[in-house]
């Protein structure tokens, strides 16, 4: 995991608002799903929906971890639209670090899932959202491939 501990520097909080040490070992070997989205776009709350489902039923099976990396404009708008959602997320006030992230996975537009190799920090897939969306939204080929 410690490649991706490595990209947050321990900005990462639970539902409870704790921070988490992405180095611990029950986050070894997962896929990281990076999941860059915001309240006031209308395609991720159409999309938002559709993840927490996929999550809710596999993330066990499918040994992966989701986190949310906000683009929105206010702290009271991302925990209105945070308190739905049941995995980690990149603490709010880190702008900094959630613009790094951006660019360094080159999000053009939101909503954007990647899937990371926990491990590594390698790119798994880097189209993700489509791969669910319309591909395989049963997660049959999950981790999906990018092609």
Not at 33 to 57: D, E, M, Q
Request: net charge negative; charged share 25%; aromatic share 12%.
């Amino acid at each position: 995991m410690a490649g991706v501990a490595k990209l947050f520097d321990g900005h990462i909080l639970n539902k409870s608002n704790e921070s988490i040490d992405l180095t611990d070992q029950k986050y070894k070997g997962k896929v990281i799903g990076l999941y860059f989205s915001a309240h006031w776009c209308p395609p991720c709350r159409g999309f938002t929906p559709v993840l927490i489902n996929f999550y809710k039923s596999h993330a066990e099976d499918k040994n992966f971890e989701i986190i949310f990396i906000s683009s929105d404009r206010d702290e009271a708008s991302f925990n209105e639209y945070y308190k739905d959602m049941p995995w980690l997320t990149l603490d709010f006030k880190e702008r900094k670090k959630n613009e790094e992230l951006g660019k360094l996975f080159k999000v053009a537009g939101i909503p954007t899932f990647i899937l990371l190799d926990g491990n590594s920090g390698d790119i798994i897939c880097a189209d993700a959202r489509n791969q669910l969306q319309s591909q395989d939204n049963e997660g049959e080929n999950f981790p999906w491939k990018s092609t």
